[in-house]
């Protein structure tokens, strides 16, 4: 078994924060990441797995348990499925690869899909467990399948897509803040589903990657120069990893875009930006003729849930890019005020006390609680 001697998660983390664990297992191969959890499962012990460590925030204290760091690599290409449309490419790639090697793979291959989701930090296997997504593209609009360990069963078994239930930054495998996940285990490999375009330009699809890039909607864009954008454009706000920059050091957007009812998006002020979800569509009613009276109950009026700008919220509650609080080492980004930072030795006790902060002022002014984007262990908000 990999044992290896723990090093604080601190070192491990992009918000550098968070104490060592009893025990250390790096996973370099798919039958040393199933050997070392089905052995902490066996054994009952607390456990914890580890990729990019992009989305986590770990208490100051010792951990209790395992730790696993997933280190699996690898991208197979997969027979295309006998119903699939011309041009369709299948990749399996492994979970414990980086997320934008992937897709720098993908561009220079010509395969088009998760080329807007550039800059992404993180593994392959953590992101289908939050349907991460950029600029109008997410995970699940091309993910076919994981090879999930289950829990339960200590087996890995395949698991299409559509049973993770891939919603707004979530699944059943995400842990939120106060809920445990729907369903215990731990992605082994995904299974993408992209097309083949080539190096040459080719029409873009979806408004919000048009928005970003500038595009009229006739116009024509690149994988690279669409790649080249989209990096170029997170680098302004923060948010590709550099040692040297402080504004880096964080989860990325530690809270999510909050998920309001139409009514009380009517409530905030008109400055806000929102954007309403697909509507719900009422069911077909088949009224058998011979029960007919002819009384047709009159449809219901059903107006979507309103996604609302949680940057928009935090900077508009008086709390600016790059605002702390007294004598602490967490701050807001001072390009993003949904990020918040490590500026150099902030204990996982001041980012804390920092993203509380906000959760407060953002209730008082707008009377929403603001919920968190990573996975938080050992720390309460």
């Given at each position: 078994?990999?044992?290896?001697?723990?090093?604080?998660?601190?070192?491990?983390?992009?918000?550098?924060?968070?104490?060592?664990?009893?025990?250390?297992?790096?996973?370099?191969?798919?039958?040393?990441?199933?050997?070392?959890?089905?052995?902490?499962?066996?054994?009952?012990?607390?456990?914890?797995?580890?990729?990019?460590?992009?989305?986590?925030?770990?208490?100051?204290?010792?951990?209790?348990?395992?730790?696993?760091?997933?280190?699996?690599?690898?991208?197979?290409?997969?027979?295309?499925?006998?119903?699939?449309?011309?041009?369709?490419?299948?990749?399996?790639?492994?979970?414990?690869?980086?997320?934008?090697?992937?897709?720098?793979?993908?561009?220079?291959?010509?395969?088009?899909?998760?080329?807007?989701?550039?800059?992404?930090?993180?593994?392959?296997?953590?992101?289908?467990?939050?349907?991460?997504?950029?600029?109008?593209?997410?995970?699940?609009?091309?993910?076919?399948?994981?090879?999930?360990?289950?829990?339960?069963?200590?087996?890995?078994?395949?698991?299409?897509?559509?049973?993770?239930?891939?919603?707004?930054?979530?699944?059943?495998?995400?842990?939120?803040?106060?809920?445990?996940?729907?369903?215990?285990?731990?992605?082994?490999?995904?299974?993408?589903?992209?097309?083949?375009?080539?190096?040459?330009?080719?029409?873009?699809?979806?408004?919000?990657?048009?928005?970003?890039?500038?595009?009229?909607?006739?116009?024509?864009?690149?994988?690279?120069?669409?790649?080249?954008?989209?990096?170029?454009?997170?680098?302004?706000?923060?948010?590709?990893?550099?040692?040297?920059?402080?504004?880096?050091?964080?989860?990325?957007?530690?809270?999510?875009?909050?998920?309001?009812?139409?009514?009380?998006?009517?409530?905030?002020?008109?400055?806000?930006?929102?954007?309403?979800?697909?509507?719900?569509?009422?069911?077909?009613?088949?009224?058998?003729?011979?029960?007919?009276?002819?009384?047709?109950?009159?449809?219901?009026?059903?107006?979507?849930?309103?996604?609302?700008?949680?940057?928009?919220?935090?900077?508009?509650?008086?709390?600016?890019?790059?605002?702390?609080?007294?004598?602490?080492?967490?701050?807001?980004?001072?390009?993003?005020?949904?990020?918040?930072?490590?500026?150099?030795?902030?204990?996982?006790?001041?980012?804390?006390?920092?993203?509380?902060?906000?959760?407060?002022?953002?209730?008082?002014?707008?009377g929403l609680i603001l919920q968190p984007e990573p996975v938080l262990i050992g720390v309460e908000l």
């Amino acid at each position: 078994m990999p044992e290896i001697d723990p090093v604080p998660l601190a070192r491990l983390t992009t918000l550098r924060a968070g104490g060592t664990p009893e025990r250390m297992i790096e996973a370099t191969t798919r039958d040393e990441l199933v050997t070392a959890l089905q052995d902490a499962w066996a054994a009952g012990d607390p456990w914890l797995v580890v990729g990019g460590g992009s989305n986590l925030l770990v208490g100051d204290e010792p951990l209790e348990g395992t730790v696993v760091l997933v280190r699996t690599r690898g991208i197979e290409r997969l027979p295309t499925a006998a119903d699939a449309a011309p041009g369709t490419v299948r990749l399996r790639v492994e979970a414990g690869h980086d997320w934008d090697d992937l897709v720098a793979h993908t561009v220079d291959a010509g395969l088009a899909g998760i080329e807007a989701m550039s800059g992404i930090p993180g593994t392959a296997g953590a992101a289908p467990i939050q349907n991460v997504g950029a600029y109008g593209q997410e995970i699940v609009e091309t993910l076919v399948e994981v090879e999930l360990l289950d829990e339960a069963t200590g087996e890995v078994e395949t698991v299409p897509a559509a049973d993770l239930e891939l919603g707004f930054r979530t699944s059943v495998l995400k842990q939120h803040y106060g809920h445990g996940a729907r369903r215990s285990g731990v992605i082994v490999s995904i299974t993408l589903e992209l097309t083949e375009v080539g190096d040459g330009a080719f029409p873009v699809r979806g408004a919000q990657l048009r928005q970003a890039l500038g595009m009229a909607p006739d116009d024509t864009a690149t994988l690279r120069g669409i790649r080249e954008t989209v990096l170029a454009t997170r680098a302004r706000k923060g948010m590709v990893l550099d040692d040297a920059d402080p504004d880096t050091h964080s989860a990325g957007s530690f809270f999510q875009n909050a998920i309001v009812s139409a009514s009380f998006a009517r409530t905030l002020p008109s400055e806000c930006p929102r954007w309403p979800l697909a509507p719900v569509v009422a069911p077909v009613t088949v009224i058998p003729l011979a029960a007919f009276d002819g009384v047709v109950a009159p449809p219901v009026s059903v107006q979507p849930d309103v996604k609302v700008s949680a940057a928009w919220l935090i900077e508009h509650a008086g709390l600016g890019k790059g605002f702390h609080l007294p004598r602490s080492r967490a701050a807001l980004s001072t390009k993003h005020a949904l990020a918040v930072t490590n500026r150099g030795g902030a204990t996982a006790a001041e980012l804390a006390e920092l993203a509380r902060y906000i959760q407060q002022r953002v209730q008082s002014e707008f009377g929403l609680i603001l919920q968190p984007e990573p996975v938080l262990i050992g720390v309460e908000l």
